[in-house]
């Protein structure tokens, strides 16, 4: 263990060393390149040319309704830096990775799968699940915008829709009116589906996702808590009491998962609770 530990430190001091000397050699060009330009603009103004050999053009893009190409990369990365929130709070993620998580505590293996297997496998399916949903943001919203068909306000207010549909569709009413009561929303204030805010609906649709995965996680218990049940009272008739019960029970637990197709059936299961 010390051999591995001194190897793992010699090689976290080489790789800290290549970076230090990337990073200086990087700062020494950036240096002379702007010693360079720096000559080269006073040279420049001795000989009395005005014409410098930068220029700085700005462009306000008023009067089109497409984007400059600095504003697509400003939205683009704003994008990739949500993306993640977005994924795991208006998608069907949350409610997949917690029933996988479930199901792995159930069997008793704590680390298979691994938690980069069960967060690829959510993701993967979350993508399959909400296809459609991004299907039709794309055609409805992200195309014309480029086109300069729409405005960027229009964009986004044409790109909620299907994603508002499809959270309203599992969010339950209760998990709605409780937000509505915090937020101090009146009855009279919400005559219809559309009144209701994105900001109300969010937290409705995650509690109302993580109540549908508790439940399905308290199914999938219970054919294991039965080998357990069993398991364990095997031993203690036999007298075996210093032998873990989860010992013997977790080869059994595999086995049944296994000669049921238990990833066919809950997967199976999980996917279409969204389509019903």
Known sequence: MNTYNKVFKRLLVRIFSVFIIIGIGVSIQVMTVHATATDEIEKSTALGDTNTPFELNISSNAGKTSLSSTL???????????????????TSFTRILVVLHFVRSAIGTQTTPPNQILVGLALFLTFFIMSPVFTQINKEALKPLQDGKITQEQAVK???????????EQTSKEDLKLF?????????????????????LIPAFIISELRAAFIIGFIIYLPFIVIDMVVSSTLMSMGMMMLPPTTISMP??????VLVDGWNLVIGQVVKTFYT
């Open 252 to 257: 059994f637990k595999i086995l049944l998962f």
């Open 72 to 90: 697509e990369i400003v939205l683009l990365i704003t994008l990739i830096s949500l993306a993640p929130s977005l994924i795991i709070m208006v």
């Open 158 to 168: 044409t790109g909620l829709k299907p994603l508002r549909g499809c959270m309203f």
């Open 180 to 200: 509505l009561d915090i937020a101090d929303y009146k009855s009279e204030d919400i005559s219809e589906v559309d009144d209701i805010p994105t900001t109300v």
